[in-house]
């Protein structure tokens, strides 16, 4: 029973280009939330995703960040012109339903670096 | 202040013994309260739920003070393996994003 997916592991970029991470729910999860955990920080949510739909977004930078859940595919995470300061950890997680004591389970995460 | 705060440690110390973290929270509408453990900035991995009645899972105690807005956990008999970054979280009313906090390192020595 495969866990949440992501790819890839680790990214590399120069600055201005674009970043494409990936996340496939574990089976049987409809719900899909990103975090971004900056070096010597805590991971701080960014956006919560049910097929096709944005829930909440409150936690996305208001620019070059975007995130789509397709009816089929992966979840993905896209940052446009990316900066020295997108680089991080970013880790997707997944649940069945929202609710009390649901607790949502981590891919291995996506280590982004700008050159 | 922060939404959720934890003394970022590091706790060193000796295997066997017995050590306790502690946490607290601002949002006193908070519903759901959880403890992940991450190694070496790896993923975060469930621990346990934390409930107000409390819960053991083998050596490992989570409680909850709603009161207090306070959360604990408890490592009994600590090994090795128990070295890691223990991160106490919170969810909000609709059980969607988690807010953590930054983490206590704790290291177990021989």
């Known amino acids: 029973n495969a866990g949440v997916m992501q790819n890839p592991r680790h990214l590399v970029r120069r600055r201005g280009q674009e970043a494409r991470l990936r996340c496939s729910p574990m089976?049987?999860?409809?719900?899909v939330y990103w975090y971004r955990q900056l070096p010597e920080e805590g991971l701080k949510f960014m956006v919560y995703?049910?097929?096709?739909?944005?829930?909440?977004e409150s936690g996305m930078p208001k620019e070059r960040f975007s995130a789509e859940f397709p009816k089929e595919g992966p979840s993905i995470l896209r940052i446009q012109q990316v900066v020295r300061g997108d680089s991080a950890a970013y880790f997707c997680?997944?649940?069945?339903?929202?609710?009390?004591?649901?607790?949502?389970?981590f891919g291995d995460g996506t280590r982004l670096s700008i050159l | 202040r922060k939404e959720v705060e934890q003394d970022p440690g590091p706790f060193n110390v000796p295997e066997g013994a017995t050590v306790a973290f502690n946490c607290t929270y601002s949002?006193?509408?908070?519903?759901?309260f959880f403890w992940y453990r991450q190694d070496c900035r790896k993923e975060p991995k469930l621990l346990m739920s934390?409930?107000?009645s409390g819960n053991e899972d083998g050596r490992f105690t989570a409680q909850l003070n709603r009161a207090s807005q306070y959360i604990s956990l408890l490592i009994r008999d600590s090994k090795l393996s128990d070295s890691a970054t223990y991160l106490c979280?919170?969810?909000?009313?609709?059980?969607?994003?988690?807010?953590f906090g930054t983490g206590t390192q704790l290291k177990v020595e021989l």
């Open positions: 995703l049910q097929k096709e739909n944005i829930i909440d």
């Open positions: 089976k049987g999860h409809s719900h």
């Open positions: 949002n006193s509408a908070s519903q759901s």
């Open positions: 979280v919170v969810v909000g009313w609709g059980g969607n994003k988690l807010t």
């Open positions: 997680a997944s649940s069945p339903i929202t609710g009390d004591n649901q607790p949502q389970h």
């Open positions: 934390v409930y107000s």
